[in-house]
């Protein structure tokens, strides 16, 4: 019914910036919260940022002052915006929305896409 897709994983050096994305699709009436987490190797799954459908945007001290969170409300999508990037960093990065459909709303999720932080 609801399928979210993220896209912009991948490897980046020490120091450097990824920007990643997601999107929302199916028979969405609305898209609530949309949010980004990550889970790194033997760790809990961690929110890191969230923003709500008027752009108030809120972020995990982890991660504070380097990244940035935004969302394009007319294609049910939601952007992370990562600079100086640390070894730490390197996880699976999921987008969560909560969507509202005719009938039910709920959360969902994406499939993950893989963040490395290697030189």
């Known amino acids: 019914q609801v399928q979210l897709v993220e896209s912009g994983g991948g490897l980046v050096q020490p120091g450097g910036s990824l920007r990643l994305s997601c999107a929302a699709s199916?028979?969405?009436?609305?898209?609530?919260?949309m949010s980004w987490y990550r889970q790194a190797p033997g760790q809990h799954r961690e929110l890191i940022a969230n923003?709500?459908?008027?752009?108030?945007?809120t972020d995990d001290n982890s991660v504070r002052g380097r990244v940035s969170i935004s969302r394009d409300n007319a294609k049910n999508a939601v952007n992370l915006d990562m600079k100086s990037l640390q070894p730490e960093d390197t996880a699976i990065y999921y987008c969560?929305?909560?969507?509202?459909?005719?009938?039910?709303?709920?959360?969902?999720w994406g499939q993950g896409t893989q963040v490395t932080v290697s030189s």
């Open positions: 969560r929305a909560v969507v509202t459909l005719s009938s039910t709303a709920g959360n969902y």
């Open positions: 923003i709500n459908p008027t752009g108030r945007a």
């Open positions: 199916g028979r969405i009436v609305r898209v609530g919260d």
